[in-house]
C-alpha cells in the first residue's frame, strides 16, 4: 500500500465480511441491481467496431461482463444501455450467450447522458418493453471492464448500503501532473495521497438518481465521474475500496490483448485427464497428473466409464472446467474421443469459451511406424471439423509409450509442454492436427 492511503478514508464503519451467493442476499437484505454504459463509439481504440462488441475468445467483450454480473445471484437486473443503432446487435447477443437478466435501454451521446438513461429506466418504469422496480442500491460498471468480481461487488453494495456511495480505486501508476497554457510544467501531484477512480461504483439509488436529475448540463457533456455527483449534488462522500489491478477499462487496442491473455491464462487453471483401465494409459495419465499439477492449479483425473454427461466431469472442480485431455490407448482409434466430445455437446459449457479436448495416442515403437499410426489417425481431421461447429477445439497428440520409466516420464514432460501450449493458445488454427512427442 502506497503512503498517505489512510487519509483516502471515509466516515463509514467497517465493511462487513465477505459473504456469496445467497448468504450474501440474505445479509444484504436490500435489492440490488446494476448499469453498464455500454453506449460509446470506442474513437480511442479506433476500428469500426465499438470496443464492447469486439470479439474476445470469439465472444463479445460486452458479453465476458455481462456474464461477471450474471454470476453474482443477488444482483436482480442488469440494465445495458446502448445506441440505437446497436440495438438489435446487443438483441442478438443476449439471445446467443443466454444472458436472462439483462433489459436494454437507449444510451445518449456522453457516458453520463447513458447512465442517466439507464436509472430513469428504474425510476420512470419505462425501458424497452420492460417492467423494472427501483433497486435500493444500484452499482454502475462501465460494460469494458469486464473483469470484475464478486468480492469487489459485494463491498462497494455494503458500503453503498452504510454511507450512500462508494466506489473502487486503484494506486496510480503514473504521476499526474499540470501543465501550463504554453506546453511546460506547472505542477505535479503528490502521487501517494491520490488515487485513480475506477469501477464498479454503488449508489443509493435515490441518492444518485437525485443527483443526476439536479446536475448541469455542463456535468452531463464533460464529467467522468459519478462519485463527484453524489457528493456535489447529494452532499455524500463516497467510501473508497482498493480494487485488484484487473479492474481497468478496455480503452486502446493493446487492451483487447491483454483481456484475451488473462482469459487464457484464468481458463488453464483447472485441467480433467480421463483416461481407460488399462494398464498404460492409467501410468501415462498418472505421469500427466503430476507433471501438470506443478504448472496448473487445479487438475483431476477421471475413469472414461464415469465420464457418462457433463456433471460428472464438472462435479470435481471448484469452478467450470474447459479443458480436457483423453488419453486412449495404443489399439484405440476415436472410440473415446468421441465419446467426450458428444458428452461435451449436449451440454452448453462451450457457449461461453472455447473447450480445449486434446486426444493423446500412444504408440508402442518397436512394432509400429510413427507415419502408419498419423495415417490411421488422420480421422482426427473430421472429428475436430465437426466439433468446431459447437465451439469444441480438438487437438491430437502421438506419444511413445515405453515400459523404460525414466524415458516415458521424459516424453509425457515433452507431452505436458505440447498439451498446456494448445490449452494456453486456443488456436482454432491447429485443430484436427496429430502432434508428436
Ligand atoms: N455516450 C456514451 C459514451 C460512453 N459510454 C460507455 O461508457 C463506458 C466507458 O467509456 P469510454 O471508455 O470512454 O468508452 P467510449 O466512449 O466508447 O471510448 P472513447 O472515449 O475512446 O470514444 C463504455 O462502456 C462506453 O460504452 C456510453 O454508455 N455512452
Ligand atoms: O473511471 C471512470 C469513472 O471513475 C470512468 O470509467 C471514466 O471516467 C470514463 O471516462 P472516459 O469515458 O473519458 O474514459
Not at 444510451?107 to 418493453?129: D, M, Q, Y
Not at 476415436?334 to 455437446?345: A, N, R, S
Amino acid at each position: 500500500m502506497q503512503a498517505g492511503s489512510e487519509q483516502l478514508g471515509s466516515p463509514c464503519e467497517q465493511l462487513a465480511p465477505l459473504l456469496h451467493g445467497a448468504e450474501a442476499a440474505n445479509r444484504l437484505g436490500i435489492s440490488v441491481a446494476a448499469v453498464l454504459p455500454a453506449g460509446g463509439s470506442g474513437e480511442r481504440m479506433g476500428g469500426g467496431t465499438p470496443k464492447q462488441f469486439c470479439n474476445i475468445l470469439e465472444r463479445p467483450l460486452i458479453s465476458h461482463t455481462v456474464q461477471a454480473f450474471e454470476r453474482v445471484t443477488w444482483i436482480r437486473d442488469i440494465v445495458v444501455v446502448v445506441t440505437e443503432d446497436n440495438l438489435d446487435l446487443m438483441k442478438s447477443i443476449i439471445q446467443q450467450y443466454g444472458h436472462s437478466r439483462v433489459t436494454l435501454v437507449e444510451g445518449g451521446a456522453t457516458r453520463h447522458r447513458s447512465i442517466f438513461n439507464g436509472l430513469r429506466a428504474f425510476a420512470e418504469n419505462k425501458p424497452l418493453g420492460f417492467q423494472l422496480s427501483k433497486p435500493e442500491v444500484v452499482i454502475i460498471h462501465d460494460a469494458v471492464r469486464p473483469f470484475v468480481d464478486e468480492d469487489i461487488l459485494f463491498k462497494v453494495t455494503t458500503s453503498a448500503k452504510e454511507c450512500g456511495a462508494s466506489g473502487a480505486i486503484r494506486p496510480l501508476v503514473s504521476t499526474v501532473i499540470a501543465s501550463t497554457p504554453d506546453g511546460c510544467l506547472d505542477h505535479s501531484l503528490e502521487r501517494a495521497r491520490h488515487r485513480a477512480s475506477e469501477m464498479p461504483q454503488a449508489f443509493a439509488f435515490d441518492i444518485i438518481y437525485q443527483a443526476y436529475l439536479q446536475c448541469s448540463d455542463y456535468d452531463l457533456d464533460y464529467g467522468t465521474e459519478c462519485l463527484h455527483l453524489a457528493q456535489k449534488y447529494c452532499n455524500k462522500k463516497a467510501k473508497l475500496i482498493e480494487g485488484s489491478p484487473d479492474l481497468w477499462k478496455v480503452t486502446y487496442k493493446r487492451d483487447l490483448y491483454a483481456t484475451e491473455s488473462i482469459i487464457k491464462d484464468n481458463l488453464l487453471q483447472q485441467v480433467c485427464i480421463i483416461t481407460d483401465m488399462k494398464e498404460d494409459t492409467v501410468q501415462v495419465g498418472f505421469l500427466l497428473h503430476e507433471i501438470l499439477k506443478t504448472q496448473v492449479k487445479q487438475v483431476k483425473g477421471i475413469s472414461s466409464s464415469l465420464c457418462k454427461n457433463v456433471h460428472h466431469l464438472q462435479n470435481m472442480f471448484t469452478e467450470q472446467c474447459f479443458n480436457f485431455i483423453g488419453i486412449n490407448d495404443k489399439d484405440s482409434n476415436f472410440f473415446g474421443t468421441q465419446h467426450i466430445v458428444d458428452v461435451l455437446k449436449s451440454t452448453s459449457l462451450a457457449v461461453l469459451y472455447p473447450v480445449v479436448l486434446v486426444s493423446v495416442h500412444l504408440i508402442v515403437s518397436e512394432n509400429m511406424s510413427y507415419s502408419s499410426r498419423v495415417e490411421e489417425l488422420s480421422g482426427i481431421r473430421e472429428l475436430a471439423k465437426e466439433a468446431k461447429k459447437k465451439n469444441i477445439l480438438v487437438y491430437g497428440l502421438l506419444m511413445d509409450y515405453t515400459k523404460d520409466n525414466l524415458r516415458l516420464r521424459e516424453t509425457v514432460t515433452q507431452g505436458t509442454t505440447v498439451i498446456t501450449a494448445l490449452i494456453k493458445d486456443r488456436s482454432p488454427g491447429l485443430i484436427g492436427q496429430m502432434l508428436v512427442v
